[in-house]
T-cell receptor
């Protein structure tokens, strides 16, 4: 199972764009990259998933370079409610367990 | 997105007793579900993979006789903590794959407090 490395924490002001980069040097050919958001005392919430290039949905964008050894989650114009822990995970199918790293604790400041 | 639900959200039990936590996939069938535990300020730790109709696969260091997992149907997996001790107090989270693409969804989590 591919390991991921992310910054432990990040701070941002409200309204700014936040980019969180994740390294996954040992990603396998069949692995997808998925980002989750977790608030205290809640289960992780799916944010976005991608395989290569760029993926965008209503809450975030995910940038994946050609070598797929890293990925960047981009949160546009964050608000205080975006304060949470963000996890980057890689895995090959919906039936393979995801192994969590330490995640990135994002603090949004007014 | 797909919904995974856990029950109860919070439970308190006495030392030595057993407690069951349910994990349901509400709008899809899940042949495989996963159980995690999470201590405060820490990341999720995978405990076991629950396979419908067969025995669960436990991660190294997780006692299978203490944490009983049953996946009797395609929409329900249960985790039973037997002979609970205070150190079993934790946040337990389940997840399930939708089978469509590679997305795994998580339940809301269940807080277990053993007194």
């Amino acid at each position: 199972l591919a390991k991921t490395t992310q910054p432990i924490s990040m701070d941002s002001y409200e309204g700014q764009e936040v980019n969180i980069t994740c390294s996954h040097n040992n990603i396998a050919t069949n692995d997808y990259i998925t980002w989750y958001q977790q608030f205290p005392s809640q289960g992780p919430r799916f944010i976005i998933q991608g395989y290569k290039t760029k993926v965008t949905n209503e809450v975030a964008s995910l940038f994946i370079p050609a070598d797929r050894k890293s990925s960047t989650l981009s949160l546009p114009r964050v608000s205080l409610s975006d304060t949470a822990v963000y996890y980057c995970l890689v895995g090959d199918t919906g039936n393979t367990p995801l192994v969590f790293g330490k995640g990135t604790r994002l603090s949004v400041i007014a | 997105g797909a919904v995974v639900s856990q029950h109860p959200s919070r439970v308190i039990c006495k030392s030595g007793t057993s407690v069951k936590i349910e994990c349901r996939s509400l709008d899809f069938q899940a042949t495989t579900m996963f159980w995690y535990r999470q201590f405060p300020k820490q990341s999720l730790m995978l405990m076991a993979t629950s396979n419908e109709g067969s025995k669960a696969t436990y991660e190294q260091g997780v006692e299978k006789d203490k944490f009983l997992i049953n996946h009797a149907s395609l929409t329900l997996s249960t985790l039973t903590v037997t002979s609970a001790h205070p150190e079993d107090s934790s946040f337990y989270i389940c997840s399930a794959g939708t089978g469509f693409g590679n997305t795994i969804y998580f339940g809301e989590g269940s807080w277990l407090t053993v007194v």
